[in-house]
């Protein structure tokens, strides 16, 4: 018996749209007899990597650069205050060349806060500077990348330490320094 014959309010396949307005049925999850069984549902849960029982691996910075995107025989993996998250299925933006290419194959967790996306000092996980709002936004793009539909955590990084002696960054005035949308 179709689930779908169950809901009398569930609306046809052709009014649906999700609240970003793409057409949903795009995006649909069907089982072998056409039902759909996530009604436009997109989180972690819904991509079955998250499923699958594995160990974390651990890497060093060196090993992570290898998952930059350059061989598109490697998956394509970056990560945010040493979590590290395989994004491939995002190429296009994750890939060489693509608009968020410069997070891939290291942690640069300080880019995604200030938007300094050129400078290598703000191209690393030296958070040394930055506000609890900063640091709670951070936060939140972690979040983003473990709870996302297509995204899925792999492990983590083992971050050198910075040097406490070292400067903090500079902020990013500059704009010549911040990519252009």
């Not at 910075?61 to 350059?70: C, I, M, N, V």
């Not at 050198?160 to 990519?179: F, G, L, R």
Request: net charge negative; charged share 25%.
């Amino acid at each position: 018996m179709s689930l779908r014959k169950k809901i009398p309010f569930d609306p046809p396949l052709d009014d649906v749209t999700n609240t970003t307005g793409r057409d949903s049925k795009k995006y649909r999850t069907e089982s072998s007899s056409g039902e759909t069984w996530t009604w436009d549902y997109q989180s972690k849960y819904t991509n079955w990597r998250n499923w699958i029982p594995r160990r974390e691996i651990m890497f060093t910075l060196e090993e992570l650069s290898k998952y930059d995107g350059s061989d598109p025989d490697l998956p394509i993996y970056l990560a945010i205050n040493g979590e590290v998250f395989d994004v491939t299925q995002g190429r296009d933006y994750y890939g060489k060349g693509g608009s968020y290419g410069f997070f891939s194959g290291r942690d640069a967790s300080r880019a995604y806060i200030t938007g300094c996306f050129s400078s290598p000092s703000h191209l690393s996980h030296d958070l040394r500077g930055l506000t609890p709002d900063q640091l709670k936004s951070l936060e939140g793009w972690a979040s983003f990348y473990r709870d996302h539909h297509t995204y899925f955590k792999v492990g983590r990084v083992a971050l050198p330490p910075i040097d406490p002696n070292s400067p903090i960054p500079p902020p990013c005035n500059d704009p010549t320094e911040q990519k252009s949308s």
